[in-house]
């Protein structure tokens, strides 16, 4: 969330008028020096924060759809030092986005049980935790008037990214953070990219020579936009200007990538492989071994039987170091065409191309500890006929 949107919010703005330290960072809120009384009946100050509930151009929601904030600092009592268990629902220290927090809050307001705005949400637990200081200091307020609002996002997003911090896992969100590429934008890597924009990666980088056709709609995500069509744009412009809607750093390279260009990939810390032709697939697999780069290649396959479609989606995971002859067991470097080969066959659909794709994507993320990983696969193939999938595994 840009300061700009976030001084644009009328009830947090009004925070900020009213004299509250706020900060808003990657969709949590934190009110800062709020005063408390400690279980030693002496005064203290901790911070207020919540995941904050946007709309959809991310401005507070109202009414908010969560009534509980967090609380970072020792046990908020009453006057007395009695612990306030009427508004503590529970107490742990914990990573709540970007700060430790100690205590779970929890106070419905009595007739509609949901806090109008934002701003009625801060003043009223403020009012729990600050009433019982201002008890013994008139003065103990969380109105300082020292700061003005201060935004920090260091998020991808265009948009605001509201989902982690309503699910709690910005922490696990930025293992992903780093440099990407996607070598061919046809059907698979046109779900590739539709994934990758929705993550935290850093820079996602498309590499693919050919134009856009009416064709390839057919075999990738969303509907088109058809002012971005006319001109039969490069297939990376395209996709760049659509998903530069959501995400931050996408740069399109119109170029095919071949051994004598494949050097331009050294410094990405991961790149998905999504080429329909053997050779371009070897020089491809043979540079990036060599820039010592982590990649997945991905191969799909439909064909024609009885009258039905059939086939199989592949991802193969390839790490540095991995010996050739390994990798030649496990990639197809061949071009020509053979019935009995479900990689070579030119029928692609929509339904097997997104399956690909995100088979290529949790691959990446069980490398990048964003998913559990106790296989440690290198090949995963899944056959439509028997809806099965089956991994090679290292030894």
Not at 43 to 70: E, F, K, N, V
Not at 231 to 245: I, T, W
Not at 272 to 298: K, M, N, Y
Request: net charge negative; hydrophobic share 40%; glycine share 8%.
């Amino acid at each position: 969330m840009s300061a700009a949107l976030t001084s644009l919010d009328p009830h947090l703005k009004r925070l900020v008028d009213e004299g509250f330290e706020i900060e808003v960072r990657n969709s949590h809120l934190i009110v800062r020096n709020v005063p408390y009384v400690t279980v030693d009946g002496v005064l203290a100050r901790g911070a207020l924060t919540c995941a904050l509930s946007l709309d959809g151009i991310g401005l507070t929601c109202t009414p908010q759809a969560d009534h509980t904030m967090y609380f970072a600092g020792s046990t908020p009592c009453h006057r007395n030092g009695d612990p306030m268990r009427n508004i503590i629902n529970s107490s742990s220290r914990q990573m709540f986005g970007d700060m430790e927090v100690d205590h779970y809050l929890s106070s419905k307001p009595e007739i509609t049980h949901r806090y109008e705005n934002i701003f009625d949400k801060v003043v009223a637990y403020e009012g729990l935790i600050g009433g019982a200081a201002r008890s013994l200091d008139r003065s103990a307020n969380a109105r300082t008037h020292a700061k003005m609002m201060v935004a920090a996002d260091d998020s991808p997003f265009a948009i605001p990214d509201s989902a982690s911090a309503r699910y709690r896992i910005g922490g696990v969100n930025r293992k992903l953070m780093g440099r990407v590429a996607i070598i061919g934008l046809g059907g698979t890597g046109s779900y590739v990219l539709d994934l990758l924009a929705k993550s935290w990666v850093t820079e996602i980088h498309l590499y693919d020579g050919d134009q856009l056709l009416n064709h390839n709609l057919f075999r990738s995500p969303g509907a088109p936009d058809i002012d971005l069509l006319r001109g039969f744009p490069f297939k990376v412009e395209y996709y760049a200007q659509v998903y530069g809607r959501m995400h931050r750093g996408i740069t399109p390279h119109a170029i095919k990538v071949t051994s004598a260009n494949v050097d331009e990939l050294a410094g990405f810390d991961f790149v998905f492989v999504c080429v329909d032709r053997g050779s371009s697939r070897r020089e491809i697999a043979e540079g990036l071994l060599r820039l010592t780069i982590p990649f997945v290649d991905t191969g799909i396959g439909v064909g024609l039987e009885q009258d039905a479609l059939d086939g199989c989606a592949r991802a193969t995971f390839i790490r540095p170091g991995t010996p050739w002859s390994e990798v030649q067991k496990l990639l197809p470097f061949g071009d020509d065409s053979d019935a009995d080969d479900v990689y070579r066959t030119d029928i692609q659909i929509a339904a097997v191309n997104s399956l690909n794709a995100n088979m290529a994507i949790l691959r990446w993320k069980r490398w990048a500890n964003y998913f559990r990983d106790e296989r440690n696969e290198v090949n995963s193939v899944y056959m439509i006929e028997g809806n099965s999938i089956s991994n090679r595994v290292t030894r």
